[in-house]
């Protein structure tokens, strides 16, 4: 007997400690947090916040109440360093009121109906008032959800360090789907996944639910992304079968408190591959009542499921087009299956093929817009912010403008697939930005993608936003520690793509790293830097798909064998003369699919920016260049330059030690050496194989590369992630 009391005395023992291991401080900067650490802010900060929060009130006992009352009791008290306490009543000064006029009756003497009219489902209004004679902040909206997206806001205006005094503000989102995409397979990998393996853990599903789930949705929420395909687009039919319904269903429950909505690819051939049908044929009525079936059989499991994405016809994935049909006679056979239940279809563009003679920068174009009002009122066309590949720099999509009868939604990929994976720091809010604020003309100056994306250009009735996730199961989520603020860029920019690149991020960093106003200077201006850097050492002056093959991580402009269209060669095009594709009039003829003051512009090299201007013309070797020089020796400066700035971000960053806390100090500062490194084998195998065509000399005064071309053209990376 007493050797078991011992026993157990001595587990429970350990057991403490190793909580107490695990709480400790040495785990406490590990990322996990994200943006919502809540630790306690600077005694001034407290001191002023301290008369406006004296009392959390939240009414209400629904999941997503729950929720908001747990996130702000969790979030006032972590700022202010002291319990806030929640109540049911408004008793003193100070009161914080979160709740729709439903689940808050007592908000019920307040005149809100006209300003909440024009807040639609997930907007918010915060502002101070008297209630009981007490002087209150009130977080109100139409919906439950927008009251947990309104205390974000409330919770953010604290750990940005603004005023909480006289608040009258309101935000609803510009864009109604805000959608993560995962790329994540069914056996746990992720495709370009660099943060581990994928966090739904299918074998566990749907009976143990990782807590994690929770804090996922939570971290979405925050920053109001409101749906996800838990999918790969590259699909597996196996997701929709009965068993993986239970366990999508299992995720549907945990986010829907959150107002998150669950989608999932569908693989066009699933009713042969599932459904014994001998043909996936969008036109054939066993096809048709198949897929009928199955979207009342996936309401069943999940009443408020989003709807399917489809990649089809593009890189071996199989669609309507192999059985000669249009794309979409595709995406409208699934959009009649899910319309009747709510659902959507988001219809991928990026379509190529390899078999077709065409440049294929044009090949979407010319698939979609012959389509143009053809698709279901229920079906939004995907299209990536440019006409290739998410390349570090892409002129923006021409299809954005010229589908003016259907909802076309932006794809941007948060994964950095083509920016260093999980290795380098690039911030990709100014990337972005680049695509959003492109005039498109499509209906004279000022026809921007951000008006085409929020809808108001064509008033679409459906507008949409996706970011290809970064998420994965690392404990910091996203690998890199500045991964991060890029799934924070996506949920803003989706609420409101006006947003600017530098206030994102001055947020992000305050939010997650630190208040003091030095260091959230230093930390922005090398967050701001490092877009243009990351294109200047891989890709200048329009370049673009140099890539080593299959990873897609460091460079490989030689490379010449397999499929045309997936080697550097096809779009480089260098020769002895100079370097660069010809999309002009002259050539592939990409510009005309431009409305006309935008295809004048870049067809013309002496209007085309020469951020562009490999990506639209073959240019001489020894072509004069704005500055004078010639573009051999611009090309050399770009990508000289590029390393330059890594090396300025890696100053910045080593200035900024005893300001950061040790453990995520100590990771960047690690990573952005290897960045350092990375960046000058990008400049180096670059410069040098450009060399072997210009037969030039690097100019004099940038130092010589230390290796040879062999060498880097030796460089074998086995086994990198994502791939
Ligand atoms: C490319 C990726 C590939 C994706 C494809 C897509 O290399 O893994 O499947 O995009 O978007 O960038 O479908």
Known sequence: MRT????????????????SILISPLYAEDGYRLWLRYDPLSSEQITKYQPFITQGVVPGRS???????????????????KEVPMSEQVTRDGAIIAGTPDSAPLLQQLSLEDTLRQLGEEGYWLFSTRINNKACTVITANTEVGVLYGVFHFLRLMQTGQTLAALSLSSRPKVQLRILNHWDNLDGSVERGYAGASLWQWHELPTYKDPRYADYARANASIGINGTVLTNVNANALVLTEEYLRKVAALADIFRP?????????????????????????????????WKTKADEIYRHIPDFGGFLVKANSEGQPGPQNYNRSHADGANMLADAVASHGGVVMWRAFVYDNNVPDD?????????????????????????????????????????????????????????????QGLHLTYL???YKECLQSDTYAKGKGSY???????????????????????????????HPFGQANWFTF?????????????????????????????VQLITDLMMMSYEAAVNYRTPLGLHHLMAWHHHYGPGPWIDEGRADWTPVYYHRADSGGIGFDRTTRGSDAVSQYFPEVRQKFNDITTVPENLLLWFHHVDWDHRMQSGRTLWEALCYKYYEGVDTVRQMKEIWHSLEGNIDSQRYEHVKAL??????????WRNACVLYFQTYSQRPIPSGLEKPDKTLDYYKSIERKYLPGS
């Open 449 to 479: 993608v951000a008006q085409v994306i929020d809808g108001t250009l064509h008033d679409y009735p459906i507008t949409g936003m996706a970011g290809v996730s970064n998420i994965g199961a690392n404990r910091n989520w996203t690998g």
């Open 672 to 681: 952005l050496e290897i960045q350092l490194q990375h960046a000058i084998e």
């Open 360 to 420: 294929r920068a044009k090949q979407a174009y010319n698939e979609f817009v012959p389509l143009d009002g053809q698709f279901r009122d229920n079906v939004l066309v995907q299209v990536k912010n440019g006409p290739i590949d998410f390349q570090p720099r892409e002129p923006f999509h021409p299809l954005f403008g010229a589908m003016p009868e259907t909802p076309l939604m932006l794809e941007l990929q948060v994964t950095q697939e083509y920016f260093g």
């Open 258 to 290: 959150y107002g998150i909505k669950v989608y999932l690819t569908a693989r066009f051939s699933a009713p042969i591959e599932t459904g014994g049908l001998a043909t996936a044929d969008p036109l054939d009525t066993a096809v048709i009542a198949w």
């Open 4 to 19: 078991t009391a011992n026993f157990y005395t001595g587990l429970f023992l350990l057991l403490l400690l190793s909580k």
């Open 491 to 519: 949920g803003r920019l989706a609420w409101n793509p006006a947003l600017s690149a530098e206030a994102i991020a001055q947020e992000w960093i305050q939010m997650t790293f630190s208040e003091e106003e030095q260091v």
């Open 429 to 431: 809010a100014p990337y």
């Open 63 to 81: 999941a997503t109440m729950t929720i908001v009352r747990n996130e702000l009791a969790q979030g006032l008290s972590g700022l202010l360093g």
